[in-house]
């Protein structure tokens, strides 16, 4: 752990370890996909997608996200990042264009995304300097990653529940390595549109939940760290 900043992370991770296995990419395309519509819904609100844009996924995983934004946006160019080789194959048997890292990748981007992906990179500041380097002027990046331990030292959160996680963000550190990576950080958002939500009474819950996590956020903090962003204007 750093003391400076409380981030904590698995001592010698070698850069497999946080590759995370699809085995069954259409079960996960069927869980996100009304979380997807909303979701995608969203960045065009915040004017982060529109029609036209040049999109890459990061971690596209069974490309689900990748697919609703193809369908709402038809005009968006769409390439996909992703290091595990069954999920890769599935990707392109749906006919994305589909690299294994950021050094593979060519061009620049209007939209990176970066949805539960930086918890699996062994070195996250070179990381999102690769991310950086990929944006067209104007361009913005999207990042999403549970929180390692939240203000008040607690460490109940989504970040211990996947083995493939090796780091563990907090606000600070999450900061920092932004900083370090020369990117210009735009602030924590609660995004509720991040979030599957069940049918029924469960999805009434699910609902309260998302009303009701502004108001935890400043009482402890952030669980789930959501951020824009940018490289800095001259």
């Not at 609660?190 to 699910?206: M, Q, T």
Request: net charge neutral; charged share 25%.
């Amino acid at each position: 752990m750093d003391p400076a900043c409380r981030h904590l992370f698995a001592q010698a991770a070698a850069p497999d370890d946080g590759v995370q296995s699809h085995s069954d990419p259409v079960d996960e395309e069927a869980r996100f996909e009304r979380r997807n519509e909303r979701l995608v819904r969203f960045f065009v609100r915040e004017g982060f997608l529109s029609n036209g844009s040049r999109v890459l996924d990061v971690g596209a995983g069974a490309g689900h996200v990748s697919n609703t934004i193809a369908s709402l946006l038809p005009s968006a160019t769409i390439a996909c990042v992703e290091a595990d080789p069954s999920a890769r194959a599935h990707l392109e048997t749906k006919g994305w264009i589909v690299r294994s890292s950021l050094d593979a990748c060519e061009g620049v981007f209007d939209a990176l995304l970066l949805i539960e992906v930086i918890e699996h990179v062994t070195e996250p500041v070179t990381f999102l300097r690769q991310c950086a380097a990929r944006l067209a002027p104007g361009g913005r990046i999207f990042l999403s990653t549970p929180c390692g331990e939240l203000r008040n030292g607690s460490r109940r959160t989504n970040a211990y529940d996947t083995k493939e996680h090796v780091h563990f963000f907090t606000e600070r550190s999450l900061r920092k390595a932004c900083g370090l990576a020369g990117l210009t950080f735009h602030g924590f958002r609660a995004v509720g549109e991040l979030y599957p939500r069940r049918k029924g009474a469960a999805g009434a819950i699910d609902v309260a939940k998302s009303a009701l996590r502004p108001f935890r956020n400043s009482l402890f903090g952030y669980s789930h760290l959501v951020t824009f962003l940018t490289q800095p204007t001259s």
